[in-house]
């Protein structure tokens, strides 16, 4: 199959990018390299620069290339300056991604990827997340996500668009080669943190809060292999195909780790300590978030190959010893 990978060159979509290469299929990419990197897409695979909300840069694309799906990776994603500045996630997230929209809508392509988020369920009711639980994002990025997923339901009673929104919980690791990996500028995520705390880069790892409502008082998550994220993308589009419709399925491994214990098992990994210190809470961040993923292995068959979180962790080391960009 042919794809559009809209924000391939960002950490999920280079991913993204390279499995799908991996398995013969034929991508172009389309980035404004706002976050992304150049270097995390092979020199081989044909890469725009382009604004997903460049209806005319868009119209050029597919004229020239018949694509039987789109993958949309673009977003902003800081949670803290989606708060502060909420207009440009807004923006970017939504009217953006309405150009998209339309402009797929023009050139007759009824497939689509979205990248949605667990932020859109706000502060968590039960242990667990599947996909009833309710919606009520507590955030501009989490509502930006949220009024996507709302659109694409509409798109599909209206225009017959079939769409998979894939609500990710904490995307993790690199690819094993450690050719790409993830490097956002700043960086607010866990794991990429912890790591360059571990090898002396930038400052100290701190804590956001040990006295949560928590078996060791800090935040757990779920923490899934990037890799994996990439398969359930192309299961997506293979589901499309025979169902029709616009669905979302949650992504996780439904397993959750507190900042301790990926602390310790970054220790195990590393062979060395991770020098932190126990800092007040980051507002916003809800106390445990856990996905049940069933719907996704049984709709999607959806199998994660790389669970364990020594593995993850692994990964992503192996890129932080050696990043390219
Ligand atoms: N990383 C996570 O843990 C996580 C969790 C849940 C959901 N998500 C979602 O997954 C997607 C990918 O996340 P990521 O961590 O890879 O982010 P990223 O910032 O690394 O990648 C986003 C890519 O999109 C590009 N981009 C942004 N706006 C664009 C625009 N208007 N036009 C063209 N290109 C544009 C950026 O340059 C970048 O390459 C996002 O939609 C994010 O909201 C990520
Ligand atoms: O330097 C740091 C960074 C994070 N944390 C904590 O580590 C946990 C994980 O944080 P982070 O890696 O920033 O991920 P989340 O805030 O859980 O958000 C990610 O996962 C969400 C879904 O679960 C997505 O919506 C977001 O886009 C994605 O960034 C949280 O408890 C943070 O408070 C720290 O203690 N120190």
Known sequence: MKFLICGGAGYVGSHMVRYLVENQHEVVVYDDLSTGHREAVGDD??????????????????????????????????????????????????????????????????????????????????????????????????????????????????????????????????????SIGESHHPETHLIPNLLRAVLGNGPGLKVFGDDYETRDGTCVRDYVHVNDLASAHLLAVEFLEENEGAFTFNLGNGEGFSVREVIAAAQRVTGRPVPHVIAGRRPGDPPTLVASSLQARQRLGWQPRIGVLDDILGSAWRWHLQPRY
Request: net charge neutral; hydrophobic share 45%.
């Open 45 to 178: 695979v044909p890469f725009v620069h382009g604004d997903v909300g460049d209806a005319v840069t868009l119209w050029r694309l597919f004229a020239t290339h018949k694509f039987d799906a789109v993958m949309h990776f673009c977003a902003r994603s800081l949670v803290g300056e989606s708060v502060v500045d909420p207009y440009q996630y807004y923006r970017n997230n939504v009217a953006n991604t309405l150009m998209l929209l339309a402009a797929m809508r023009e050139a007759g392509i009824q497939r689509l990827v979205f990248s949605s988020t667990a932020a859109v369920f706000g502060n968590p009711r039960s242990d667990t997340i599947d996909e009833s639980h309710p919606t009520d994002p507590i955030n501009p990025y989490g509502q930006s996500k949220l009024m996507i997923e709302r659109v694409l339901a509409d798109a599909y009673r209206a225009y017959g668009l079939r769409s998979v929104a894939l609500r990710y919980f904490n995307a993790a690791g690199a690819d094993p080669s450690g």
